[in-house]
């Protein structure tokens, strides 16, 4: 395939351990298997150049997050403005390929007149403006609140810039139908993201122990752990483990005086996999219904019974593979009829036939190649 694109990342998608980046770091190794050649473009903060991504990368460029207080002052949202760049634009424009926008986080140039004859495609991961206005409700920060639901308004009135991208990829089929709704007309596609399953490895049998997951810096999962904990969980249910990245001293006090509830702060991949594996049912719930939850694609592909709210599905499909619940009684009852049930491979069966249909990394890289060379 003689195909050469350029993918705009809003952070250096290596290691690939968030939300976002797992999605561009997985897209990247399989459009280098499919033979695509691509030039990427990272925004780097935190995080420093990668050696690991030259193996899936023609050319990487790196450029600088222009962070800090002034910028927060724009009429542009701050996750825009901070990522903007001439180097970036003077590159873009010494050839005619196609540009991938990874995020509205990156999508400062798709207005700039001289790429309106490029062909170019929004990568979307969430309705920004929703997942920000999520963040202002889930945190207690006044100085955070604040920013959120500042931010939350300019990416409302700045999602008009869509309207510049030639085709939009979307990543749930909820936000295919918001955006379907605001820009009539426009090519949009429904492309889940990309993640580090190729085949369904849950095990067979019974685990010990009901698992919930996920980086406890975020306000969404902090929120959601003490659901869990305050809401749902009582003493006559099976042991809980919460699992996660940085966990506030709050919640580790509120699990410390909970005799059935234990806390594995900071697990690295292997560890978190294992713990995935082993239990026997993964517990996730959100008040988030924005994109998709690479978490529970994770825990449908690696462990045994997935539990969940319906905000946690919304517009993925998945709802044949997982039991659902809606009310913390809900959960309490659903919790000791799953943790008495065998999982079995008629499950395991079932779940390849669900999830690899729109789920499968090979297939999904095929739509977008097919969708370049159309």
């Known amino acids: 395939m003689n195909l050469k694109l350029h993918i705009i990342s809003f952070d250096v998608p290596f290691p690939p351990n968030y939300g976002g980046v797992i999605d561009v770091y997985y897209k990247l190794r399989e459009l280098h298997s499919a033979g695509v050649r691509v030039i990427l473009h990272c925004f780097r903060d935190r995080r420093v150049p990668a050696r690991?991504?030259?193996?899936?990368?023609?050319?990487?460029?790196?450029?600088?997050?222009?962070?800090?207080?002034?910028?927060?002052?724009?009429?542009?949202?701050?996750?825009?403005?901070?990522?903007?760049?001439?180097?970036?634009?003077?590159?873009?424009?010494?050839?005619d390929f196609p540009i991938l926008f990874e995020g509205l986080h990156s999508c400062f140039l798709l207005s700039d007149p001289a790429l309106r004859k490029r062909n170019k495609i929004y990568r979307e991961s969430n309705i920004e403006h929703h997942y920000y206005f999520q963040l202002f409700k889930a945190t207690g920060n006044l100085r955070d609140k604040a920013f959120f639901l500042t931010e939350s308004i300019k990416l409302w009135h700045y999602q008009k810039i869509l309207n510049h991208a030639?085709?939009?990829?979307?990543v749930s089929q909820e936000d295919e139908r918001y955006l379907r709704k605001k820009f009539p007309g426009r090519a949009i596609r429904y492309l889940p993201s990309f993640h580090r399953?190729?085949?369904?490895?849950?095990?067979?049998?019974?685990?010990?122990?009901?698992?919930?997951?996920?980086?406890l810096s975020v306000p969404e999962n902090i929120r959601a752990a003490f659901y869990i904990i305050r809401q749902i969980y009582t003493d006559s249910l099976p042991e809980l483990v919460i699992a996660g990245l940085n966990p506030p001293s709050s919640l580790v006090r509120l699990i410390q005086s909970h005799p059935n509830i234990r806390l594995e702060?900071?697990?690295?991949?292997?560890?978190?996999f294992a713990l995935i594996r082993d239990a026997q049912i993964n517990l996730m719930v959100t008040s988030q219904a924005t994109g998709l939850k690479l978490k529970l694609l994770n825990a449908l592909f690696h462990g045994r019974h997935c539990l969940v709210?319906?905000?946690m599905l919304s517009g993925t499909g998945l709802e044949p593979v997982c039991s659902i619940?809606?009310?913390?009684?809900?959960?309490?009852e659903t919790i000791p009829l799953l943790f008495e049930k065998e999982f079995g491979p008629e499950e395991i069966t079932h779940r390849e036939e669900v999830i690899l249909e729109n789920y499968?990394?090979?297939?999904?890289c095929k739509r977008i190649t097919d969708l370049l060379t159309l």
């Open 52 to 95: 690991e991504l030259e193996e899936f990368c023609d050319e990487i460029y790196y450029y600088p997050r222009l962070t800090g207080i002034r910028k927060q002052f724009s009429p542009i949202p701050y996750i825009v403005s901070s990522r903007v760049s001439d180097a970036l634009r003077n590159r873009l424009l010494q050839d």
């Open 166 to 170: 030639d085709l939009m990829l979307v």
């Open 197 to 215: 399953n190729n085949q369904i490895n849950s095990k067979p049998g019974r685990g010990s122990y009901v698992l919930y997951h996920g980086n």
């Open 265 to 272: 702060s900071n697990p690295d991949d292997t560890k978190m």
């Open 309 to 311: 709210n319906q905000a």
């Open 325 to 332: 619940a809606s009310t913390p009684q809900q959960f309490r």
């Open 360 to 364: 499968s990394n090979k297939k999904n």
